[in-house]
């Protein structure tokens, strides 16, 4: 059940129109008619190779060069291996922590910053594994899951979680398998751009124009993956994860996302208790994320009235 029978009409800014499709490289044609032919020959092995490019969050080379954010310092990321640390905004409120997505870095979500911090909130991100200054070229859903688990654990006052793309995922999975009390101190939840799960950005993304995968192999990736992960794919499930949570959780999605679409936020509207929809026009899947009316939009959400002082502090390294 949802608390709204409808979304509100969308936050427009200048319009967009869908782009074309672009023309397969040469690398991609190659690709695909590769994949096409170990789907005759070989499923298991082509299988492999396609669920490690799809792990892969980095097209090319290793971590970035750290540059510690304007007015942050670091704190500790206890007890995993692959984020030892993030970045901390104090202040005197609880915190808001910021989930960036798949193939992004905590540097997305700094438009947040300043409005947060303005509301009294102290504000805490991470580069996820393999991500950022994280080291590695690929990771899994479960390493990230596990990584926002560690943070919210580390900082022990995270009320407020705003998740990104698939960072909403794992905002959700980490929530669901914290435990009790990290889990109940969470008041506001905003999911941006969020898939419904990650086997729907699985076959998205196995059966768009530059895979066309056949179905041998991606029966093969679901395999090599539920092994990487521990887990089968369908077990990263917003509906699912998120379904017996009371926390309000405020759905932000863009009518035109070239990535995920808007059948997504509908599909998330039918299945989570306490959720609102609210619609943009013309910011796509990533300019979302730097609109105005967005960050004001989630500021009025997350407004302190409804949230808890503390004065728990995390760790500092």
Same mark, same amino acid.
């Given at each position: ?6 979304? &509100? ?10 782009? +074309? ?9 190659? +690709? ?12 298991? !092995? ?7 490019? =799809? ?7 290793? *971590?970035?060069? =750290? ?12 007890? /995993?291996?692959?984020? *030892?640390?993030?970045?901390? @905004?104090? /202040?005197?409120?609880?915190?808001? !922590?910021?989930? #960036?997505? @798949? ?13 947060? !911090? ?7 991100? =991470?580069?996820?594994?393999? #991500? ?11 390493? =990230? ?11 022990? /006052? ?7 793309? !698939? ?33 729907? $950005?699985?076959?998205? @993304? ?10 041998? $192999? ?17 077990? @990263? ?9 009371? $926390? ?18 509908? *599909? ?11 619609? %943009? &026009? ?27 002082? %503390?004065?728990?502090?995390?760790? /500092?390294?």
């Amino acid at each position: 059940m949802t608390d709204i029978t409808s979304p &509100s009409p969308p936050l427009s800014q200048q319009p967009q129109q869908p782009a +074309a499709a672009p023309a397969l490289g040469i690398g991609a044609s190659l +690709a695909k008619a590769g994949y096409q032919l170990g789907g005759m020959l070989a499923p298991a !092995l082509a299988g492999r190779i396609a669920a490690d490019a =799809f792990g892969r969050s980095r097209s090319k080379g290793g *971590r970035t060069l =750290f540059r510690m954010p304007l007015g942050a310092q670091t704190f500790e990321i206890a007890g /995993n291996d692959d984020v *030892r640390h993030g970045y901390l @905004w104090k /202040n005197h409120g609880p915190t808001v !922590l910021l989930v #960036h997505g @798949w193939g992004s870095d905590s540097s997305s979500m700094i438009g947040f910053v300043k409005p947060l !911090l303005a509301l009294g909130f102290q504000v805490a991100s =991470f580069d996820a594994p393999a #991500h950022g200054e994280s080291a590695g070229n690929k990771t899994t859903m479960t390493r =990230f899951v596990k990584a926002v688990g560690a943070a919210i654990k580390s900082l022990d /006052n995270v009320q407020v979680i705003v998740g990104h793309s !698939l960072g909403s995922i794992a905002s959700v999975a980490a929530i669901a398998h914290a435990d009790a009390r990290h889990a109940e101190a969470v008041k506001r939840l905003v999911l941006i751009a969020a898939p419904v799960s990650l086997s729907t $950005v699985l076959e998205r @993304w196995s059966t768009n124009q530059h895979q066309q995968l056949p179905p041998a $192999v991606i029966g093969k990736i679901y395999e090599r993956l539920q092994v990487q992960n521990g887990v089968p794919v369908s077990h @990263w499930d917003i509906s699912v994860l998120g379904a017996a949570m009371e $926390v309000p959780v405020l759905v932000v999605h863009d009518e035109h996302d070239p990535v995920v679409p808007l059948s997504e936020a509908q *599909r998330l509207m039918r299945s989570l208790k306490n959720v609102r929809l609210e619609q %943009t &026009s013309g910011l796509g899947h990533s300019r979302i994320l730097s609109a105005t009316p967005v960050k004001e939009l989630i500021t009025r959400f997350i407004g302190p009235s409804h949230l808890t002082p %503390t004065s728990l502090e995390p760790s /500092n390294d």
